[in-house]
């Protein structure tokens, strides 16, 4: 039996999505010509997109798919304000100095909420600003940003939101009806929970219609991309064909359990036995409710000398659970994901395990 995931990805997937991937698949044959439409159709329509926004997909990890979403859709001159509590801000700021963009940020601690009195003023007094960098959600704490407000206030100062989404895509609200967006990027191994292998950036048409020359790279660069999958529906160079006929499974299972709100139903549950059991055990939460995503959930390690992360982490695994270590700068953290094919009853599982560890291991809480 493969054990449970609970980490941020990737994820447990059901049998039926990894099913998928027993086929082989001509990646210029129209069967799978229609696949790929399909997903990025479905994509659209996860965010109401249609009609004024175009998916494209991009090979990789998470990272290259934000990659991506930054070098081929900023021109060169851009000035960006990025958003930073945790590490996939400070990972988009590295890009940026990868990719010679202008910068500046707005960091607070990783478990904070930005101020949005203070990112005003910040927008005031840096009139050469052009977009704003965000994270919906931030996998390093697992904080909720308000992410509404983020993009009320960045439309109501005529600058582009891109939204780095990857954690949150699929399980918290992201209609382009309620929520001003230029573009956003996520991928296919978290709570759309296919396996790892794509990733996908959704820009506002008029977006990647002015985005020719802006990529330093030819495979990142997300218009020749889009340009090439509109011309013949299919891609530049080899596609992840396996990977995409898992996440074409995980997509249609995602839309029988209810699309966004019936995925959202499922973590908020997963997340509230996790948080409830494990104070109940005695670990302390790093964020409060209202702020905590029900995608991963930090606590801090006890202080007891018989805790030790890599023993508590080997235990729980002999007993069929992967947790996630902590990603915190300040503090020692581990980390429970709630996210993947995982219901109510494999949360209940893990707080026995946790309990049975705490006791074998015995440290005092
Ligand atoms: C918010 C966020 N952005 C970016 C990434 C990077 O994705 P990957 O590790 O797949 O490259 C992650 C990964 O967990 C993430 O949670």
């Known amino acids: 039996m493969d054990k449970k995931l609970l980490t941020p990805g990737p994820l447990t ?11 082989d698949w001509g990646s210029r044959d129209q069967k799978f010509i229609d696949l790929n439409q399909s997903i990025r159709d479905s994509l659209i329509n996860l965010i109401d997109g249609e009609n004024n926004y175009q998916c494209v997909p991009m090979q990789g990890s998470g990272t290259f798919a934000v990659e991506s979403m930054v ?24 890009m940026c100095t990868y990719l010679n963009r202008n910068t500046i940020e707005y960091e607070v601690a990783e478990h904070e909420p930005h101020d949005m009195r203070k990112l005003e003023e910040i927008i005031d007094n840096n009139k050469q600003l052009t977009h704003v960098f965000a994270v919906y959600c931030e996998t390093t704490s697992g904080i909720l940003n308000p992410i509404n407000d983020i993009a009320n206030l960045v439309e109501r100062k005529n600058l ?6 990857m954690s949150a895509f699929g399980a918290l609200p992201l209609s382009s009806k309620d929520v001003t967006f230029d573009a956003v990027a996520a991928s296919s191994n978290k709570c759309l929970e296919g396996v790892p292998g794509v990733g996908f ?11 020719k020359g802006n990529c330093h790279s030819l495979s990142l660069d997300l218009y020749d991309q889009w340009v090439a999958m509109e011309k013949n529906k ?9 990977v995409l006929a898992a ?5 249609a299972e995602h839309k029988k359990e209810g699309g966004i709100e019936g995925r959202h139903k499922r973590y908020k549950n997963n997340c509230k036995i996790i948080c409830e059991g494990m104070r109940e055990i005695g670990f302390e939460q790093l964020l409060p409710d209202d702020l905590q ?43 429970i994901g709630c996210i993947g094919n995982l219901n109510d009853q494999d949360m209940r599982n893990t707080l026995v395990a946790v309990k049975e560890v705490i006791s074998d291991l015995k440290i005092n809480l």
């Open 13 to 23: 997937t059901s049998l039926s999505t990894k099913e998928a991937m027993l086929h």
């Open 71 to 94: 070098s081929s859709l900023t021109p060169q001159d851009a000035n960006i304000l990025i958003l930073i509590n945790g590490a996939y801000g400070q990972r988009m700021k590295k």
């Open 160 to 165: 582009s939101l891109f939204i780095d989404a």
């Open 201 to 211: 950036i959704l820009m506002k048409n008029e977006v990647i219609e002015k985005a």
């Open 234 to 242: 299919q891609w530049r160079f080899t596609p992840p064909t396996h």
């Open 247 to 251: 996440f074409n499974q995980a997509i």
């Open 293 to 335: 995503a029900p995608i991963i959930i930090t606590f801090k390690q006890p202080n007891d000398p018989n805790f030790n992360f890599q023993k508590f982490y080997n235990a729980l695994s002999d007993k069929n659970f992967l947790i996630y270590p902590g990603k915190l700068t300040v503090a020692d953290t581990f980390r």
